[in-house]
Protein backbone atom coordinates (compact mmCIF):
# COMPACT_ATOMS: atom_id res chain seq x y z
CA UNK A 1 0.00 0.00 0.00
CA UNK A 2 1.38 3.59 -1.01
CA UNK A 3 2.05 6.42 1.32
CA UNK A 4 -0.33 9.12 1.49
CA UNK A 5 1.47 12.48 1.08
CA UNK A 6 0.17 15.39 3.06
CA UNK A 7 -1.09 18.33 1.00
CA UNK A 8 0.96 21.78 1.71
CA UNK A 9 -1.72 24.59 2.85
CA UNK A 10 -1.25 27.24 0.23
CA UNK A 11 -3.85 29.44 2.12
CA UNK A 12 -1.52 32.29 3.10
CA UNK A 13 0.45 31.97 -0.37
CA UNK A 14 -2.08 34.50 -1.79
CA UNK A 15 -1.95 36.57 1.41
CA UNK A 16 1.93 36.98 1.04
CA UNK A 17 1.90 37.98 -2.95
CA UNK A 18 -0.89 40.52 -2.53
CA UNK A 19 0.72 42.17 0.75
CA UNK A 20 4.00 41.93 -1.46
CA UNK A 21 2.55 43.70 -4.42
CA UNK A 22 1.34 46.73 -2.40
CA UNK A 23 4.53 47.07 -0.80
CA UNK A 24 6.47 47.46 -4.30
CA UNK A 25 3.48 49.96 -5.80
CA UNK A 26 3.67 52.11 -2.42
CA UNK A 27 7.53 52.51 -2.79
CA UNK A 28 8.70 52.12 -6.15
CA UNK A 29 8.08 56.14 -7.98
CA UNK A 30 6.25 56.44 -11.02
CA UNK A 31 7.77 58.45 -13.66
CA UNK A 32 6.08 61.34 -14.68
CA UNK A 33 5.75 62.13 -18.12
CA UNK A 34 5.79 66.40 -18.34
CA UNK A 35 5.11 68.21 -21.63
CA UNK A 36 5.54 71.79 -22.62
CA UNK A 37 3.49 74.27 -20.00
CA UNK A 38 1.70 76.46 -22.32
CA UNK A 39 -1.65 77.32 -21.77
CA UNK A 40 -3.61 77.50 -25.17
CA UNK A 41 -5.41 80.74 -25.81
CA UNK A 42 -9.38 80.53 -26.30
CA UNK A 43 -10.82 80.11 -29.80
CA UNK A 44 -11.57 84.20 -31.01
CA UNK A 45 -14.75 85.08 -31.28
CA UNK A 46 -16.66 84.49 -34.91
CA UNK A 47 -17.36 88.24 -35.48
CA UNK A 48 -13.47 89.38 -34.54
CA UNK A 49 -11.53 90.74 -37.30
CA UNK A 50 -8.03 89.73 -38.56
CA UNK A 51 -5.56 91.69 -36.22
CA UNK A 52 -3.05 93.39 -38.08
CA UNK A 53 0.51 92.70 -36.73
CA UNK A 54 3.26 95.53 -38.40
CA UNK A 55 5.86 93.31 -40.26
CA UNK A 56 8.84 94.98 -38.22
CA UNK A 57 6.68 93.49 -34.75
CA UNK A 58 7.15 89.71 -36.06
CA UNK A 59 10.49 87.79 -35.51
CA UNK A 60 10.24 84.27 -37.94
CA UNK A 61 11.80 81.22 -36.40
CA UNK A 62 11.05 78.55 -38.83
CA UNK A 63 12.25 75.07 -38.12
CA UNK A 64 13.14 72.62 -41.60
CA UNK A 65 13.20 68.75 -41.88
CA UNK A 66 16.40 68.19 -41.60
CA UNK A 67 16.41 69.99 -38.14
CA UNK A 68 18.07 73.47 -39.51
CA UNK A 69 16.83 76.90 -37.77
CA UNK A 70 16.28 79.94 -39.62
CA UNK A 71 15.82 82.84 -37.25
CA UNK A 72 14.60 86.06 -39.01
CA UNK A 73 15.24 84.68 -42.50
CA UNK A 74 18.29 83.83 -42.05
CA UNK A 75 19.99 80.70 -41.03
CA UNK A 76 21.09 80.36 -37.30
CA UNK A 77 21.77 77.81 -34.26
CA UNK A 78 19.53 76.65 -31.67
CA UNK A 79 22.22 78.04 -29.08
CA UNK A 80 21.72 81.92 -30.39
CA UNK A 81 17.79 81.47 -30.56
CA UNK A 82 17.15 82.27 -26.65
CA UNK A 83 19.87 85.57 -27.12
CA UNK A 84 17.68 86.81 -30.15
CA UNK A 85 14.67 86.58 -28.80
CA UNK A 86 15.90 88.26 -25.44
CA UNK A 87 16.94 91.36 -27.77
CA UNK A 88 13.73 91.38 -29.91
CA UNK A 89 11.71 91.42 -26.95
CA UNK A 90 13.78 93.54 -24.96
CA UNK A 91 11.58 96.43 -23.64
CA UNK A 92 14.24 98.42 -21.87
CA UNK A 93 12.26 101.17 -20.55
CA UNK A 94 9.02 100.43 -20.38
CA UNK A 95 8.13 103.64 -19.51
CA UNK A 96 8.76 105.53 -22.50
CA UNK A 97 6.64 104.96 -25.97
CA UNK A 98 9.76 105.92 -27.99
CA UNK A 99 11.29 102.65 -29.31
CA UNK A 100 14.15 101.92 -31.35
CA UNK A 101 13.56 100.82 -35.04
CA UNK A 102 15.05 97.72 -35.05
CA UNK A 103 12.89 96.95 -31.76
CA UNK A 104 8.99 95.89 -32.24
CA UNK A 105 6.82 98.79 -32.11
CA UNK A 106 5.12 99.61 -28.73
CA UNK A 107 1.43 100.24 -27.76
CA UNK A 108 -0.12 103.34 -28.53
CA UNK A 109 -1.98 103.16 -25.21
CA UNK A 110 -0.04 102.89 -22.48
CA UNK A 111 -1.19 100.23 -19.54
CA UNK A 112 -1.48 102.08 -16.30
CA UNK A 113 0.56 99.91 -12.86
CA UNK A 114 1.79 102.06 -10.52
CA UNK A 115 3.14 99.41 -9.05
CA UNK A 116 5.91 99.66 -11.76
CA UNK A 117 5.87 103.31 -11.44
CA UNK A 118 2.91 104.51 -13.67
CA UNK A 119 2.13 103.99 -17.39
CA UNK A 120 3.75 101.18 -19.17
CA UNK A 121 4.14 100.35 -22.70
CA UNK A 122 4.53 96.84 -23.04
CA UNK A 123 6.26 95.95 -26.63
CA UNK A 124 3.88 94.04 -29.52
CA UNK A 125 6.91 91.98 -30.35
CA UNK A 126 5.54 88.51 -31.91
CA UNK A 127 7.28 85.09 -31.93
CA UNK A 128 6.43 83.19 -35.31
CA UNK A 129 6.95 79.72 -34.70
CA UNK A 130 6.66 77.62 -37.86
CA UNK A 131 8.28 73.88 -38.77
CA UNK A 132 8.07 71.29 -41.27
CA UNK A 133 5.80 68.00 -40.69
CA UNK A 134 9.44 66.47 -40.63
CA UNK A 135 10.94 68.09 -38.06
CA UNK A 136 11.99 66.04 -35.30
CA UNK A 137 10.34 66.06 -32.06
CA UNK A 138 13.45 66.81 -30.15
CA UNK A 139 13.70 70.28 -32.16
CA UNK A 140 10.66 71.47 -31.70
CA UNK A 141 11.02 71.02 -28.12
CA UNK A 142 14.37 72.50 -27.67
CA UNK A 143 13.04 75.61 -29.86
CA UNK A 144 9.64 75.35 -27.38
CA UNK A 145 12.41 75.62 -24.45
CA UNK A 146 14.37 78.27 -25.81
CA UNK A 147 11.41 80.67 -26.33
CA UNK A 148 9.90 79.72 -22.82
CA UNK A 149 13.65 80.60 -21.09
CA UNK A 150 13.80 83.91 -23.44
CA UNK A 151 10.71 84.90 -22.03
CA UNK A 152 11.35 83.79 -18.21
CA UNK A 153 14.72 85.58 -17.81
CA UNK A 154 13.32 88.98 -19.90
CA UNK A 155 10.61 88.40 -16.87
CA UNK A 156 13.01 87.89 -14.15
CA UNK A 157 15.14 90.85 -15.09
CA UNK A 158 12.08 93.02 -14.53
CA UNK A 159 11.07 91.30 -11.65
CA UNK A 160 14.39 92.33 -10.23
CA UNK A 161 14.54 95.44 -11.07
CA UNK A 162 11.25 96.37 -9.33
CA UNK A 163 10.86 94.23 -6.96
CA UNK A 164 14.37 92.26 -6.27
CA UNK A 165 13.26 88.89 -6.77
CA UNK A 166 12.45 86.44 -9.31
CA UNK A 167 8.91 86.25 -11.70
CA UNK A 168 8.72 82.72 -9.99
CA UNK A 169 9.36 83.85 -6.55
CA UNK A 170 6.40 86.19 -6.60
CA UNK A 171 3.56 85.86 -4.65
CA UNK A 172 1.48 89.23 -4.91
CA UNK A 173 -1.19 88.71 -8.27
CA UNK A 174 -0.58 92.31 -8.56
CA UNK A 175 2.60 92.46 -9.11
CA UNK A 176 2.45 89.20 -11.29
CA UNK A 177 -0.26 90.48 -13.62
CA UNK A 178 2.09 93.71 -13.98
CA UNK A 179 5.30 91.70 -15.10
CA UNK A 180 3.19 89.51 -17.69
CA UNK A 181 1.75 93.03 -18.94
CA UNK A 182 4.98 94.45 -19.75
CA UNK A 183 6.36 90.92 -20.76
CA UNK A 184 3.72 88.97 -22.64
CA UNK A 185 4.17 85.82 -23.72
CA UNK A 186 3.52 86.15 -27.89
CA UNK A 187 4.26 83.09 -29.39
CA UNK A 188 2.28 82.20 -32.31
CA UNK A 189 2.45 79.20 -34.22
CA UNK A 190 1.77 78.37 -37.57
CA UNK A 191 0.37 75.15 -38.91
CA UNK A 192 3.20 72.91 -40.07
CA UNK A 193 4.14 73.03 -44.21
CA UNK A 194 4.00 69.96 -46.34
CA UNK A 195 7.59 70.46 -47.71
CA UNK A 196 9.75 67.69 -47.28
CA UNK A 197 8.04 65.27 -44.51
CA UNK A 198 5.14 62.80 -44.36
Not at 97 to 123: A, C, M, R, Y
Amino acid sequence: MARQVNEINAGSMADIAFLLLIFFLVTTTMDVDTGITRKLPPPPPKDIDDIKVIKRNVLKVWVSKSDRLMIGGKPDDIVNLRNEVREFLRNDDIHSPTSPENKPEKKKEPVNFQILGGDIWPSKGVISLKNDRGTSYDMYIQVQNELAAAIRELRDELSQKYFGMKFSQLTDNNKIKAIQKAIPIAISEAEPAEIGGN
